[in-house]
């Protein structure tokens, strides 16, 4: 129940291409569904999140998708780029939770040049 | 990461010894969280911290303690590590609790 399920595993795309990365939850108490982006050695670090009052939600190159009855929300990459190679995570939190984040088991993505 | 150290950066040490992994902030944020990373697993929450001397366990809190006796430090300790706990442990931050985690660099433990 409080478990968000990633998928795929790992991706590999041409550059211009447009991965998308999926996540699934069960727990409908949730309000918060972040993406991390994370660099080898580095920490993950906050990429863009959306709440469920929207369907969509966009930054950048970057985009959310969300969609609450299916309980499922997606991140699309637009015209990436080898700098997007990177492991992205997508997680889930809920207000009162004091900011406890469940995460999601991650995508590692390589955009071939 | 600015505002936020973890220390040691990496570490090896032998099963059945105590280690501690201290997590340094500057920012005055009062929620800390320590995570572990695992390949397969994501990151999974290990303890948390809602203010000094306030901290609560996590999903996989077996084997660890913490405490924060200081706003600014939130430390982690293996009472007796295992090889199980072979990971890369990561602290965050963060103003509210809410949401905008802010994560240190990571410290790679190897339990031999």
């Known amino acids: 129940q409080q478990q968000v399920k990633q998928s795929p595993q790992s991706l590999i795309v041409q550059k211009g291409g447009i991965p998308i990365i999926n996540c699934a939850y069960e727990n409908t108490a949730f309000d918060y569904f972040p993406w991390y982006q994370q660099f080898p050695g580095k920490g993950p670090a906050l990429l863009i999140a959306i709440r469920p009052d929207v369907s969509e939600k966009k930054e950048g190159r970057f985009t959310i998708s969300f969609n609450k009855s299916a309980k499922q929300f997606s991140l699309h990459i637009m015209d990436s780029q080898p700098g997007d190679s990177a492991t992205y995570f997508c997680a889930a939190s809920y207000s009162g939770n004091t900011g406890k984040l469940i995460f999601g088991q991650g995508t590692t993505l390589q955009v071939k040049p | 990461d600015a505002g936020i150290t973890q220390s040691p950066r990496h570490k090896v040490t032998e099963t059945g010894t105590p280690v501690t992994l201290r997590c340094h902030q500057t920012?005055?944020?009062?929620?800390m969280y320590w995570y572990r990373q695992d390949p397969g697993h994501g990151l999974r929450l290990i303890h948390y911290?809602?203010?000094?001397?306030?901290?609560d366990k996590g999903e996989v809190s077996d084997g660890y303690s913490v405490s924060r006796s200081k706003t600014e430090d939130f430390l982690l300790t293996l009472e007796s590590a295992t090889s199980s706990q072979t990971s890369v442990y990561f602290c965050?931050?963060?103003?509210?609790?809410?949401?905008?985690?802010?994560f240190g660099s990571g410290t790679r433990l190897t339990v031999v």
């Open positions: 920012e005055n944020h009062r929620y």
């Open positions: 911290s809602y203010g000094v001397k306030d901290t």
């Open positions: 965050a931050i963060s103003p509210t609790g809410v949401a905008g985690y802010t």
